[in-house]
């Protein structure tokens, strides 16, 4: 059996007050849930700040990024270390908010993805395709290309030490969810291409679905056999809806 996981992905969002009263309800909230995982990831000046707060807490914290080298003349750059220095759990890897302004190649994801396993950092991986890739029909063919790049990098085996997210682009932050039924088709297909390659693996990896999760959408989703969770934007932005979120799927 998985453990669920729900990540909020807290983007470029927050201040100082805000953090506190986000990070002080989740952790009070999450005190009474005992079935899931939880993770804040917030920008990195407050990784400081989510390690005051969540240390010796049922919350874990990350980023939402790194640099795929160790230290050097990467101006604005953070390196993988340094999210280990503040405590870091998670690192969010490969997300479609940084692959599509042309930041982000595959293979440099999947590097990124090598780098931070090399750290001691449990990558999120997120995949999914644009509206017109998924009109095309390119869905599964577009996330097994993004896929496979981690594979080349670390293995199957290494892929199931991170966590994979599918994040259709066109539900990000649109407020239309893909539905429960695509979700667990598309998530369903990607274990089954793991499993291709290794069975204990895919049985092992937590795949997320990530894309206009909300209160009110997170039961049925969470329901999916496939779905061990949620990548959570907007909703992570107000502290009562993400904890209905955690609860749902503590409840699942
Ligand atoms: P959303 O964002 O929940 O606002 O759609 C999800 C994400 O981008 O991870």
């Known amino acids: 059996m998985r453990r669920k996981l729900v990540v909020a992905n807290r983007k470029m969002n927050g201040s100082i ?16 849930l005992r079935k899931i995982d939880c993770a804040i990831c917030v920008p990195h000046p407050y ?12 919350v874990a914290w990350g980023g939402q990024n790194m640099s795929r080298h160790e230290f050097g003349p990467y101006t604005g750059s953070v390196a993988p270390g340094m999210l280990v220095e503040f405590g870091c759990k998670y690192v969010i890897i490969g997300h479609s908010e940084r692959r599509e302004r042309g930041y982000e190649s595959d293979d440099a ?3 990124r993805f090598e780098m931070a396993l090399k750290a001691g950092l449990t990558p999120i991986f997120c995949v999914g395709e ?9 869905t599964d063919s577009v996330a097994i290309r993004q896929l496979n790049a981690v594979v080349d ?3 199957v085996r290494g892929l199931a030490k991170g966590v994979l997210a599918y994040e259709p682009i066109w539900a990000i932050g649109t407020g239309k969810s893909a539905t429960p039924e695509h979700a667990q088709t598309i998530l369903a297909f990607l274990r089954g291409h793991v499993a291709l390659l290794d069975e204990t693996a895919a049985e092992r990896l937590r ?12 039961a049925e989703l969470f329901a999916m056999p496939d779905i061990d969770g949620g990548l ?5 932005l107000v502290t009562e809806e993400f904890l209905t979120i955690c609860r749902v799927a503590d409840a699942a």
Not at 132 to 138: I, L, T
Not at 211 to 217: E, H, L, P
Request: hydrophobic share 45%.
């Open 153 to 155: 990098h670390v293995g």
């Open 207 to 218: 795949i997320l679905y990530g894309g206009s999760v909300k209160a009110d959408n997170a």
């Open 232 to 236: 959570i934007g907007s909703a992570s």
């Open 47 to 58: 990784l400081y700040q989510a390690q005051v707060l969540l240390a010796d807490t049922p």
């Open 109 to 111: 994801a999947g590097e």
């Open 17 to 32: 007050p805000d953090n506190r009263a986000f990070m002080a309800g989740v952790v009070q909230g999450m005190r009474e």
């Open 130 to 138: 644009t509206l017109s890739e998924f009109e095309a029909g390119m």
